[in-house]
């Protein structure tokens, strides 16, 4: 089993910035990516960037040269800095844990962005 908790929404105005970060627990040897997806209201959940153990990382067209994920494993920690935010960022974003046997997902946090 792997626990992740999300820290770091909340509400911030376009052009901002903010910065999730995801801890992990649990056996943390079995996780061999991990990310951040995000869900609005009304559409389904996205994926927004990915990070792998070998530091390869992927983004959503709509996040990239704005988002950044980066790891800690040290400290079993995954971050997203979010700059340039825009109203459309909107939405509950959710850390992920990709392992052998299955995905684990975070409670969520909320980020809105409105002027």
């Known amino acids: 089993q792997v626990q992740l908790v999300e820290s770091g929404g909340g509400l911030v105005q376009p052009g901002g910035s903010l910065r999730l970060s995801c801890s992990a627990s649990?056996?943390?040897?079995?996780?061999?990516?991990m990310g951040w997806y995000r869900q609005a209201p009304g559409k389904q959940r996205e994926l927004v960037a990915t990070?792998?153990?070998?530091?390869?990382?992927n983004y959503a067209d709509s996040v990239k040269g704005r988002f950044t994920i980066s790891r800690d494993n040290g400290k079993a920690t995954v971050y997203l800095q979010m700059n340039s935010l825009k109203s459309e960022d909107t939405a509950v974003y959710y850390c992920?844990?990709?392992?052998?046997?299955?995905?684990?997902w975070g409670q969520g946090t909320q980020v809105t962005v409105i002027s």
């Open positions: 992920n844990a990709g392992t052998s046997w299955g995905a684990y």
């Open positions: 990070v792998t153990n070998g530091g390869s990382t």
């Open positions: 649990g056996r943390l040897y079995s996780i061999n990516a």
